[in-house]
C-alpha cells in the first residue's frame, strides 16, 4: 500500500472509496455531484491524501482543509488543519491501511508547520467516532450532543476555536427545504438529489433553495451544510428518497 496526496483533476476522479467499495451503497447516486464539488474546491477548501492498494487502486483517504479555510461552524486561528473525514475501505481494515495514511497526514503537516489538527468525532459506531481518534492521540476540547471536538497537538499544546452559532431562517410561503452545502460528501449529494426530485414530482407548494457552502454562508447562517424543511433540521447520514417525500409531506398536512 501507498499514499498519494491528491492533487490533479484525474487523482479527484478517484475520491470517495467510501462509495465505491462492494457492495456499493445505495447512497453512492451522489458520487458525481460530490466529486464535481472536490474539483471546484481543491487547494481551497479541501485538500486530501488517498491510500492505493498495490494495484494502484485508491481504497482509502484522508479530507481535510486549512482552518481558515475549512467549511466547518467554527472560528479556528491560523496554522491548524481541520480534518473532515477518513476511511478504509472495510475489505481493507486491520492492514495497517489507517495507520499508513494517518502517518503520512501528519507528517506532511509537520512538514507545513501546522500547530494541530481538529476534528469532530461523532458516536455512531463505525463512522468516524470519537474513540477511534483518542487511540491515535486526539484530546477532547468540547462535548456536545452526538459529537465531540478534539485536538492531535503537532507545534502547539492548544488552539483557539470557537463555535459559529447556527441561525437558519424560515420561509413564511409554502413550505421551502432549504440546502446549504451537503456536496462534500457523497451521502449528503445522495440527499440533495433525492430532494430536487421529489419538490419537482410535488409541486406546487414546494420550493426548494440551495445554498452552496462557503465562509460567508457559514458566518451568515452559522452552518457548513445540512438540508431544513420550514426551518426543522431533518436529514443525518443516508436517506432514501422515500423518507425524504415523506419528511416533506408531513410538512404539508
Known amino acids: 500500500m501507498q499514499v498519494r496526496r491528491v492533487q490533479t483533476a484525474e487523482e479527484v476522479q478517484q475520491a470517495y472509496p467510501c462509495a465505491t467499495e462492494d457492495p456499493i451503497p445505495f447512497w453512492a447516486d451522489g458520487l458525481s455531484l460530490s466529486r464535481e464539488w472536490f474539483a471546484g474546491n481543491l487547494g481551497r477548501h479541501v485538500e486530501g491524501f488517498h491510500l492505493e492498494d498495490e494495484e494502484g ?8 482543509a486549512p482552518g481558515s479555510q475549512a467549511l466547518v461552524p467554527y472560528e479556528i ?8 473525514c477518513d476511511w478504509v475501505q472495510r475489505h481493507h481494515q486491520g492492514r495497517g491501511g489507517m495507520r499508513l495514511l494517518f502517518q503520512e497526514f501528519v507528517k506532511y503537516l509537520d512538514s507545513q508547520g501546522y500547530k494541530g489538527i481538529l476534528v469532530d468525532g461523532t458516536e455512531i459506531e463505525g463512522y468516524m467516532h470519537y474513540r477511534h481518534f483518542l487511540k491515535r492521540g486526539f484530546q477532547v476540547l468540547r462535548e456536545s450532543e452526538g459529537s465531540r471536538l478534539l485536538y492531535y497537538p503537532l507545534h502547539q499544546a492548544s488552539v483557539r476555536v ?63 451544510d445540512g438540508i431544513w424543511i420550514k426551518g426543522k433540521a431533518k436529514f443525518f447520514g443516508p436517506v432514501t428518497e422515500a423518507q425524504v417525500r415523506r419528511a416533506i409531506e408531513e410538512e404539508l398536512e
Do not use: N
Request: with cysteine.
Open 77 to 84: 486561528e491560523d496554522g491548524v488543519a481541520y480534518l473532515y
Open 162 to 224: 470557537m463555535p459559529i452559532e447556527a441561525h437558519t431562517a424560515v420561509s413564511e410561503v409554502g413550505v421551502e427545504v432549504l440546502v446549504i452545502g451537503s456536496r462534500f460528501c457523497p451521502v449528503g449529494a445522495s440527499a440533495v438529489l433525492a430532494v430536487r426530485k421529489v419538490v419537482q414530482e410535488l409541486g406546487g407548494g414546494v420550493t426548494v433553495r440551495e445554498i452552496p457552502a462557503s465562509r460567508e454562508v457559514i458566518a451568515q447562517y452559522g452552518v457548513a
Open 57 to 64: 487502486h485508491v481504497i482509502g483517504h484522508i479530507y481535510w
